[in-house]
C-alpha cells in the first residue's frame, strides 16, 4: 500500500533525479499490510465512523468455498496466506523519498471516501 500523494512524490522525484535515467522504481509503504491491519487503523482512527469497520476476519476455507460461485473472488484465492516481500530502498536511497506512514495512508484515504460518500 502506498499513498497516491507518494507516488506523485516520487515520480517528481525520479524526473530531477540525473542518476533515475533508465531506472525502474517501486514506490511501495513501509511493509506489507493485512486487511486485519488496516480494519484496526480504522477502527482507531475514525472515530464513530469506524465502528461499522468489521472485526471479524473471513476464514480462508470460506473464501474458496465462496470463490466456487464468486467469480470476484476466484483471483484471490492463489494469493491467501502469502505475504508479499516488497521494498521501496532504492527509491528511498537513489530518490531520496521516504513514503507517509500507514496509519496516515490509510485515515486519509479513508476520510476523503467518507466525504465524497457522505
Known amino acids: 500500500m502506498v499513498d497516491v500523494r507518494d507516488v506523485v512524490d516520487a515520480h517528481l522525484r525520479a ?3 540525473p542518476a533515475a535515467v533508465g531506472q525502474r522504481f517501486i514506490a511501495v509503504g513501509q511493509a506489507p499490510v493485512s486487511m486485519v491491519e488496516i480494519a484496526q487503523i ?7 465512523a469506524g465502528a461499522r469497520v468489521p472485526r471479524r476476519r473471513l476464514p480462508s476455507w470460506l473464501v474458496r ?11 484471490m484465492v492463489p494469493e491467501l496466506g502469502k505475504r508479499k516481500q516488497i521494498s521501496n530502498s ?5 530518490l531520496g ?12 484515504t479513508a476520510r476523503s471516501l467518507l466525504i465524497i460518500t457522505g
Open 15 to 17: 524526473l530531477v533525479t
Open 42 to 48: 480504522l477502527r482507531a482512527g475514525l472515530g464513530a
Open 65 to 75: 468455498a465462496l470463490a466456487l460461485f464468486r467469480p470476484g473472488l476466484r483471483a
Open 90 to 94: 532504492k527509491a528511498r536511497i537513489l
Open 97 to 108: 523519498w521516504e513514503p507517509r506512514p500507514l496509519q496516515a495512508t490509510v485515515l486519509d
